[in-house]
């Protein structure tokens, strides 16, 4: 009879624990962080052109970034800028890397 008890007493354990973890509240997922979206442009005017050529070889560190961030242009117009200021003589080489390519002013 001892064994009967027992089991009542477990089951009743058991029905509260199911019935308290349904009435306790589910976990809301944070929406996260959600990035802003630039509009960069994919073609250089002529505006960004002259501002290219007068602006970026003052600057002292030349990357393909500082250009994006400065002239809002794509970053494959960013590169094609680099290679133009480099024939152009107007920056030279720091440090030239398959991944990112550091350049400086050309003192004259």
Not at 37 to 61: A, H, Q, R
């Amino acid at each position: 009879m001892a064994g009967k008890k027992d089991d009542n007493k477990a089951s009743a354990s058991a029905q509260n624990a199911k019935s308290k973890g349904s009435k306790a509240k589910k976990k809301k997922w944070s929406k996260g962080k959600v990035k802003e979206k630039v509009n960069n442009d994919v073609f250089f005017t002529e505006e960004t052109l002259d501002k290219c050529i007068k602006e970026i070889p003052k600057s002292k560190m030349i990357t393909t970034s500082v250009i994006v961030d400065r002239l809002h242009v794509n970053g494959a117009i960013a590169r094609r800028a680099l290679r133009m200021l480099l024939e152009k003589d107007l920056i030279k080489p720091v440090a030239v890397h398959h991944k990112q390519s550091i350049y400086t002013r050309a003192s004259h």
